[in-house]
């Protein structure tokens, strides 16, 4: 099979898929089975499309041959056909208004109070972290200036404090759930999400705007994007695109004419014929395969045990296991895996763990956890936990597709800990006579606002 043909093939499951998902399941915004279709088309489908146009790989990735290009394709095209099968499996297995039903008695309220002590940490303590531990102080640093302070000796070296430095934005992300989109919150929310997205990682910035966005709609109780909104995340895609030499640029020092310089060449390189490796996904899982295949090696499930030890900082155990040990396994000289950090998708981890079966197996199982939560949750508002939690896991969902199963656990449980922590405690304290009449579900804009007046 050549790439033309693995195109015509992709497009018609593609556009099979998404019309049996549509047959079964909500058009949502929250539906994660969609969310999976639409990283498969610009991951996958786009990607088939510019290599048939004759736009190559990037040399670093280190392809050797179109077949690698077609076995990844066979891989995500599998994954796909595991989602819809999922998706299927779920909804003749338990009807949506009867899950929504049994989770709503089962489930409390988000506690208002608790959400504002820990937005109030989140923005004191995360904020100095942020500008005193993170790109933000090396900014500072490239302008003569000194920003950090504090001496915390060996934790500097570790991944705590920029972690923490992400949670700033949680506490503004806190704000807006508990009091609504007011003009002031929305101010707070966006210095936080500038001053995060000055870091050279985009999954920070990312992730916290797609969590607002949902948050909105949810309160909104809408479902669908409407025309500006979709403008509006055209736009902030194209700008996250190119963002990536600007945060650069801004953390060296460079004036503005040079970030601008340095943005026109990033952007003609991407679409030109050597794009950069940042939209060569297909490729980065195709090398990971083809790799795996050349070493003779299946993990079988073990490529994210090192989870187990994420939480020990390496100053304390210098040999702890990277996350990426598997990819010291498989890199080489014409496959800098492990030194570039290229990622292998989650069709692809499937892949190297158990051969094409797992290729459906792990995204499978995944889809079907995410659909369940999503018809429990679907006719839940913004006040409810489960609704909450859920709506941080679907956040992370693009670098689940992306990086793996390891995302599962590291983005929730770690990054996103104080918003994971504000549901959870809410439970424990059973949240449901704890005066939640204070959140705000159903905030009307200030500009709305007058014109009903």
Not at 58 to 80: R, W
Request: one cysteine or more.
């Amino acid at each position: 099979m050549d790439i033309g043909i693995a195109l015509i093939v992709d497009i018609c499951l593609l556009i099979g898929s998404l019309w049996l998902i549509l047959q079964v399941s909500k058009l949502s915004i929250f539906n994660p089975s969609l969310w999976w279709v639409a990283l498969h088309a610009y991951c996958v489908t786009f990607r088939l499309i510019t290599l048939n146009l004759g736009v190559q790989s990037v040399s670093l990735i280190g392809i050797q041959s179109d077949t690698e290009l077609v076995n990844a394709a066979i891989a995500s095209d599998i994954s796909l056909l595991a989602v819809v099968g999922a998706t299927l499996f779920i909804a003749y297995k338990s009807p949506e208004n009867k899950a929504s039903k049994s989770i709503e008695s089962r489930w409390s309220q988000l506690n208002p109070r608790v959400g504002q002590v820990i937005s109030m940490l989140c923005l004191t303590i995360g904020t100095y972290a942020l500008i005193a531990f993170s790109a933000v102080a090396t900014a500072a640093q490239a302008r003569g200036t000194n920003v950090s302070a504090m001496d915390i000796g060996r934790w500097d070296e570790s991944a705590y404090p920029g972690l923490i430095g992400g949670f700033a934005v949680q506490g503004a992300l806190i704000q807006c759930a508990v009091h609504g989109f007011t003009r002031w919150r929305v101010i707070l929310l966006m210095l936080m999400l500038a001053l995060i997205s000055i870091n050279p990682a985009r999954t920070g910035f990312v992730t916290a705007a797609i969590m607002a966005f949902m948050i909105y709609q949810t309160m909104r109780k809408r479902h669908s994007v409407t025309m500006k909104w979709a403008v509006c995340v055209v736009l902030l895609g194209l700008l996250w695109f190119v963002y990536k030499p600007i945060s650069q640029g801004i953390v060296a020092g460079y004036n503005a004419e040079a970030i601008w310089s340095r943005t026109q060449n990033y952007f003609q390189d991407s679409v030109g014929a050597s794009p950069s490796i940042d939209t060569q996904f297909l490729d980065m899982q195709a090398t990971n395969m083809a790799a795996a295949d050349e070493a003779g090696v299946r993990f079988y499930g073990t490529m994210d045990l090192p989870l187990v030890f994420l939480p020990i900082p390496r100053f304390m155990w210098p040999d702890k296991p990277s996350m990426a040990e598997y990819a010291q396994k498989i890199t080489s000289s014409s496959r800098p895996i492990a030194i570039t950090g290229m990622t292998p998708n989650l069709s692809g981890q499937g892949y190297m763990e158990f051969g094409w079966v797992g290729c459906a197996i792990i995204p499978f199982l995944y889809i079907y956890g995410m659909q369940t939560a999503f018809r429990r949750v679907s006719s839940l508002g913004i006040t409810s936990v489960a609704r909450w939690i859920y709506l941080i896991f679907l956040a992370t969902m693009l670098q689940v597709f992306r990086d793996g199963l390891s995302s599962v656990f590291v983005f929730p449980f770690m990054a996103y800990l104080p918003l994971l922590g504000w549901g959870a405690i809410s439970k424990l304290l059973s949240a449901n006579h704890a005066g939640v009449k204070y959140l705000q579900p159903h905030y009307v804009l200030p500009v709305a606002r007058r014109r009903v007046e």
